[in-house]
Structures are given as C-alpha cells and as structure tokens.
T-cell receptor
C-alpha cells in the first residue's frame, strides 16, 4: 500500500518568515495530494490540493509543488502569521476505486508554530 | 451548506454503556467516512460508505457498528468500548468514493472510563 513520509515533525518560524513542509510518497499510481490544517480541538481542514497533471498550485500565501519523478510534494507558506500555527497533514490517494490505494494515506503531521 | 456536522462534540461513556455518534452533511456527497484520531497522530480510516452501502471496513472491532440511514446521515454505534478507544472520531464526506475534496467534520471527542 501507499506510504507517506512527512518532514519535519515540528517547525518553528518567526512571523513573516516562510515555512516549508515536505512529503514523499511511495506509490507512483497516486494522483491526488491534499494538504490539511488541523487546529486544536477541530477536524482537518483542506487548505490546498494538487493533482498529478499539475506541477504547482498557488492560493494567496499558500503554494504546493509536486515532483512526480521524485515522488515528493511540498507545502510552502509565505508571510506566516500566528494564526497559521496548527498541525499540517499531507496525504496521497489514487482517485479511482480499486485496491486499497483509493483511500487517503496521511503523513504523520507537522506542528507549525509561528512566533509573533 | 458546505459543512459536515458531528454530534455530540464531547462524550464520556462507561465501558458497559451504549452510545451513538452522529454525522450529517447536506452537500449531496454520496461517500461518507469514519476516521479515528489519537493524540498527535494522523486520522486512521475505519469505515467507508458509498451510496448508503458499506464499502470498506478496515478490520474495525465489532464494538463499533456503523449505520447509514440515508444519503445525508452517518451514525457510529458504540458498545462495550475499552479505555484505549478514547480518541477523536471524525466523519468526512466526498462527492463520490475516491474523489477529490474530502470535507471533515470537527469530530467527537470520546472518553471511555
């Protein structure tokens, strides 16, 4: 089955700096890569996603890049703010039903702390 | 309405109790999921429903019993739980099975005493 590795497990930055979280996946059949933000006491919230036919996607201060050859994808947050502090999860899945890979496989999460 | 609503938000139950968790969505999504999340861990898939039928049971113990009464509702019935079952139980939905854009609810924080 799919395996997703996520690094770093904790990340502390100063307000206004950039933050980068990296993930690698094992199954080349995976074609959908979402990122979730989870604040304390809440469920995961989808913040950005990318499909395998796209190399980069940006939404205001958040961007995701995908390297299919190397099987890794990254989340980039620019001009970080204290409200960006949360746990971030990457995930991978194959958006076609068949076998076990259709389901979301999560990385272990990154605790991002933005210091004012 | 772009939300998945879960009730209750918090639940404390004894090991001999029977309780139920409820999940509701009105986005017209036809796939619904139950996840279990322990502290500082990613969510783990438990059950998947597609068009109100159970598609996947990830080898979950029978003390957890899912039910999908209609396309908007998903229940998780709990009976004879163990303290190690204490966790955040998350419901999610997507337009179709294995589709893009899963939406998660805020979860039910379950404590088994």
């Amino acid at each position: 089955g799919e395996n997703v590795e996520q690094h770093p497990s904790t990340l502390s930055v100063q307000e206004g700096d950039s933050a980068v979280i990296k993930c690698t996946y094992s199954d080349s059949a995976s074609n959908y890569f979402p990122w979730y933000k989870q604040e304390l006491g809440k469920g995961p919230q989808l913040i950005i996603d990318i499909r395998s036919n796209v190399g980069e996607k940006k939404d205001q201060r958040i961007a995701v890049t995908l390297n299919k050859t190397a099987k890794h994808f990254s989340l980039h947050i620019t001009e970080t703010q204290p409200e960006d502090s949360a746990v971030y999860f990457c995930a991978a899945s194959m958006t076609a039903y068949g076998g076990s890979n259709y389901k979301l496989t999560f990385g272990k999460g990154t605790l991002l702390t933005v210091n004012p | 309405d772009t939300e998945v609503t879960q009730t209750p938000k918090h639940l404390v139950m004894g090991m001999t109790n029977k309780k139920s968790l409820k999940c509701e969505q009105h986005m017209g999504h036809r796939a619904m999921y139950w996840y279990k999340q322990k502290a500082k861990k990613p969510p783990e898939l438990m059950f998947v429903y597609s068009y109100e039928k159970l598609s996947i049971n990830e080898s979950v113990p029978s003390r957890f019993s899912p039910e999908c009464p209609n396309s908007s509702l998903l229940n998780l019935h709990l009976h004879a739980l163990q303290p190690e079952d204490s966790a955040l139980y998350l419901c999610a939905s997507s337009q179709q099975l294995a589709n893009y854009g899963y939406t998660f609810g805020s979860g039910t924080r379950l404590t088994v005493v």
